[in-house]
């Protein structure tokens, strides 16, 4: 394993936020499912402590994710806590798509965090993968892979 060698900030998840991401992946399927991600980024790093489900309004939601506006607004008026956007991967590896980087402006000013859970190879839990959102001096948004700890 190379990633001995890789330093990775690392994002903490509260464990009763974990399992409702987890409830919310199943709860979905086989759609996509959303929502945004509130806590603590004071000194010691970043700390996911509340998940709040955002309805999946795309058009196409077996493939993609698109957050109801109305309830994306709502979130966005109380910008205090508010740390970063999750959703779901029914079918595929939890990694951001071509679609889901080009989608990262429409939230990469409000948010630092992205976390993609996919259902594990039993089918009763989840694999979660965490990335900081980075913006450029050029103000272009990437993702950067954190280490995610459950608390
Ligand atoms: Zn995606």
């Given at each position: ?55 999946n309004v795309a058009p196409d939601p077996l ?89």
């Amino acid at each position: 394993m190379t990633e001995l060698h890789v330093h990775r900030e690392e994002i903490w998840l509260d464990a009763a936020c974990a399992h409702g991401l987890a409830e919310h992946l199943f709860l979905h399927l086989p759609h996509e499912a959303c929502g945004v991600l509130r806590g603590n980024a004071a000194a010691g790093g970043m700390r996911i402590e509340t998940f709040f489900p955002i309805r999946n309004v795309a058009p196409d939601p077996l493939h993609r994710f698109t957050l109801n506006p109305q309830e994306w607004v709502q979130e966005c008026l109380n910008p205090s806590g508010l740390l970063g956007i999750f959703h779901t991967h029914p079918h595929s590896a939890p990694v951001p798509s071509a679609e889901d980087l080009r989608q990262l402006p429409l939230f990469g000013d409000l948010l630092r965090i992205y976390l993609i859970s996919s259902p594990d190879e039993s089918g009763s839990s989840i694999v979660t993968h965490a990335y900081f959102i980075d913006r450029s001096p050029a103000g272009e948004f990437a993702l950067r892979p954190a280490r995610l700890c459950m608390t």
